[in-house]
């Protein structure tokens, strides 16, 4: 979200204002099929398999301050970009080893008995939502900070919208290996 002193406060309540109407319309609540994303808090991340060897990576820490975060395989395998947060770099590692973990083991968003072209649908619902309200927080941020007018939301529950945003994404690209799959069957 832009802090820059140029952007018009005018402007960012009224683009919040929308985002807050579209939020509470009947056609968003229809279309989202479902905010229970289950019990599992969204921090704690299952790290894949390597797809290259088959082991599992490591939680490394490349740089100290600020720390930066990266899964390292012993195979040599790694993701290319290190990362502020530790669940980040453990989604982004999951995200490109897609070999070994099914969406139907996500312990998040309810998709275990759905085929997957019907979790593919609920978690494009789901990432609509998430989308919408990270929007929301961003804006409601700026707003706060500049004038005290909207309460300004806490950091954990921002990074935790964000947290749960990667894990669809990881979901959506489960999804579409496992229709790949399906196909070459
Ligand atoms: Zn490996």
């Known amino acids: 979200m832009s802090n820059q002193p140029g952007m018009d406060i005018g402007y960012l309540k009224e683009k919040r ?15 989202t099929e479902t905010l229970a994303y289950g019990e599992h808090d969204p921090f704690d991340v299952p790290v894949c ?6 082991g599992k990576p490591s939680m490394t820490r490349i740089k100290e301050r600020p720390a930066r975060w990266l899964m390292v395989c012993s195979c040599g ?3 290319k970009q290190a990362r502020r947060r530790p669940w980040e770099a453990a989604l982004d590692w999951n995200m490109v080893n897609l070999g070994t973990y099914s969406y139907t083991e996500m312990p998040l968003f309810g998709l275990a008995s759905l085929s997957p072209s019907d979790a593919h649908c609920r978690l494009v619902s789901i990432r609509a939502n998430l989308e919408l309200r990270r929007k929301i927080a961003g804006l409601s ?9 909207v309460d300004i939301p806490g950091q954990k529950f921002q ?21 790949k799959s399906e196909r070459k069957r």
């Open 159 to 179: 990074e935790r919208l964000d947290c749960y945003q990667h894990w669809c994404l990881w979901g959506l690209r489960l999804t579409k290996h496992a229709k």
């Open 77 to 79: 395998n790694q993701v």
């Open 49 to 54: 398999e390597c797809d290259k060897c088959g």
């Open 17 to 31: 204002k929308q985002a807050l109407e579209e939020l509470h319309s009947d056609e968003h609540y229809d279309a």
């Open 141 to 149: 941020r700026v707003i706060g900070q500049r004038t005290g007018e």
